[in-house]
């Protein structure tokens, strides 16, 4: 699905990584934690082209992201649904608009029961007509991974999807993305949130990488 | 067919699209005012192009066609060298007709100085003869000098000497006008372009968002598109109907009976301001679309 040859990233202020190897086998479910600044986000960017790795090569769904004109970039994102860690929402326009966002882009019509399903399962029928900036922080994660899914991407990068939430709306947000991974969906995780890893180890067999001193790791034994 | 479906795309209506760029009131109303008042100006200069053009024709038409000669002699001697001008122009190619003014249109001509009633029997007033020439016209300076061989009164004016400035005047005012309405497509494109920039910056998260759940560029640039030229549209319609009213309205000077009273549309004419707010829709149409594909092309 999503594989990183020797990548590296640079920007003005140096190096942020280099050397990094990744593939995303269908199917499989990831955590990337680390501190925060050492580029979790940055490598999420990379995978979704908002980001082009400063050297080594970036393949998405087996093309390199270096080649794709922005037409494909965007082609590229239907198929890859994104958590953002700022959940980039239109404040203007309601929940369920928002959600259904990445149809509407696509000129895909979004039928209303699949999206009363959706809202329903993140919990959200209620919030339907508000705006995004009047949701608890729990409420808006849930509305932008419904946004991230609706598409039935094949693959889930979700950036510390947990941040700023309690821990009870942790463990819906992370059982959500669980089922999402039985459902046969690739799924990746950044966040720096030990217990949250912990708490998924009875539920799915995940892999744990750790980004540190610029490089990547295999955070001991797999979950 | 694939440049012609984009321009399709470009304009046709989605409704969602709108809704996910929220309405810019300023630049919205930057943007109707502007083309309504570029629109206002452009439907005078379109009818100065058109009266001058108008003008310049129908003088240009006139002298090329007439001409007159005029002999001053000796009270004795008048009638006969009018006979030898006649019978000379009867015989030089290019002059269709002759003829020597009566004395009743020579008083005319002198009435607005002189007053009716002028003796014009018994003043040296020299003799008109008109000339109306064909088609090709005649050679004025081979005439001259058959005329200052056989009619040494005769004075040959053909009438370009004092007319051909004001031809070449109107014509300088028809093109003035066309410039003008060029100027003023060009302002309304930078007008609409710095409008549709603003909407765009105003908009930069918006369109941030829509790249990352996957819009393509042209799906956004199409409902900044579709805004800009529906403004511009409507703005450079109401400005036409406005000056198109204002022209109709200018006062008929028939006494003047020159520049003024031209200055309008005629006939058929009439529909040419239709074109402006088409015009102004297509600048529109075009500025923002390349203001829109520039913005994003230059974010990530
Ligand atoms: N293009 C860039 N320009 C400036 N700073 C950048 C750029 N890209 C990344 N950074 C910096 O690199 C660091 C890593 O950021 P990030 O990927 O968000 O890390 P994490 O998600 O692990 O906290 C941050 O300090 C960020 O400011
Ligand atoms: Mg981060």
Known sequence: MIELDNVAYSYGGGELFSGLDLSLAPGSFHFLTGPSGTGKTTLLKLCYGELIATAGQVRLFGEDARALDRDAVALTRRRIGVVHQDCQFLDHLPVAENIALPLTVAGLPAMPDDLRDLLGWVGLTRQAAQRPPELSGGERQRAALAR??????????????????DPEMSQRLLALLVELNKMGKTVLIATHDMSLIRAAKPHVSARVLRLADRKLHLAGADL | MQRLRRLFDLLAGDPQAERAVPPTGFTARLTVLTAGAMAFLAVFAMALSLATGRLADRWAAELAQTSTLRISAPQGQLDAQTEAALRVLQTTPGVAEARALSADEQRALLAPWFGPDLPIESLPVPQLIEIIEDADGYDPAGLRARLQAEVPGAVLDDHTRWREPLIEAAGRLRLLGLVSMGLIAVATAAMITLAANAALAANAQVIRVMRLVGAKDIYIARAFVRRFTLRALIGAALGTLAGTLAVMLLPRTDAAGGFLTGLGFQGLHW????????LAALVAFVATRQAALKTLREQS
Request: charged share 10%; hydrophobic share 60%.
């Open chain 2, 271 to 278: 529909l040419w301001p239709l074109v402006i707010p088409i």
């Open chain 1, 148 to 165: 991230a899914v609706i598409m039935s991407p094949e693959v889930i990068l979700a950036d510390e999807p947990t941040g700023n939430v």
